[in-house]
């Protein structure tokens, strides 16, 4: 079966400098992956989806990700982070089967200090 | 803004109630899923809505019950509440016959069970 695995809960990172959230999956095939943001008090927004058309997806406010599948892994990274990114950031696996239904990470709490 | 709308924004009941909440879709969407994010966690699916008819289910018990309308909106409703069903309650849509599965969501409903 398809899973998740985040591999820090929580990042703190200085405003300006990389931004790195690790996330490796566990799946028999190339599966769908995607990194959705949950801002406090807010719903999840779709950062990036990864579906197999490049390795190297980018998504939205300068995130983007690469899918390895020799590591199995599929980190979220951004050059410079800002303020605006201390959020809560998902891991999230779509499984096989009809309903297609959203496994998620146990999530990454991302710190940005001043 | 994803277009995914959810009522009440807040919610509080008594354990024993029964509660329902509502969740209108983005449109051109015919796909509604909800999930349960208890507090710290990632959101669980309870189940899937594909064209009025329940297309898939998570490890919920029957408590947790709910419809999909001609309009693609839709309800969840949970009986005999309990202490446990205090959580953030997610409405996510998507264009499942387009062969996308990533799902859009809404500002979820806070339920409060005291």
């Known amino acids: 079966a398809q899973s998740v695995t985040q591999l820090d809960s929580h990042v703190s990172v200085s405003e300006g400098t990389p931004v790195l959230l690790r996330c490796n999956y566990s799946?028999?095939?190339?599966?769908?992956l995607f990194w959705y943001v949950q801002h406090p008090n807010k719903g999840l927004q779709l950062l990036l989806k990864?579906?197999?058309?490049?390795?190297l997806v980018k998504g939205i406010n300068g995130f983007e990700a690469e899918f390895k599948k020799s590591e199995t892994s599929f980190h979220l990274t951004k050059p410079s982070a800002h303020m605006s990114d201390a959020a809560e950031y998902f891991c999230v696996v779509p499984l096989s089967g009809s309903a297609r239904q959203l496994t998620f990470g146990s999530g990454t709490q991302l710190t940005v200090l001043p | 803004e994803t277009g995914v709308t959810q009522s009440p924004t807040h919610l509080i009941k008594t354990r024993g109630q029964q509660v329902t909440l509502r969740c209108s879709s983005q449109s051109g969407h015919n796909t509604v899923s909800w999930y349960q994010q208890a507090l710290g966690q990632g959101p669980q699916f309870i189940f899937q809505?594909?064209?009025?008819?329940?297309?898939g289910r998570g490890n919920f018990p029957p408590r947790f019950s709910g419809l999909q309308f001609p309009n693609y909106s839709s309800e969840l409703n949970v009986n005999a509440l309990e202490l446990d069903d205090s959580a953030l309650y997610l409405c996510a849509s998507s264009g499942r016959d387009r062969g996308r599965y990533e799902q859009y969501f809404g500002p979820g409903t806070r339920l409060t069970v005291t």
């Open positions: 990864y579906t197999s058309a490049a390795t």
């Open positions: 809505y594909y064209r009025e008819e329940e297309n």
């Open positions: 799946s028999s095939y190339s599966p769908s």
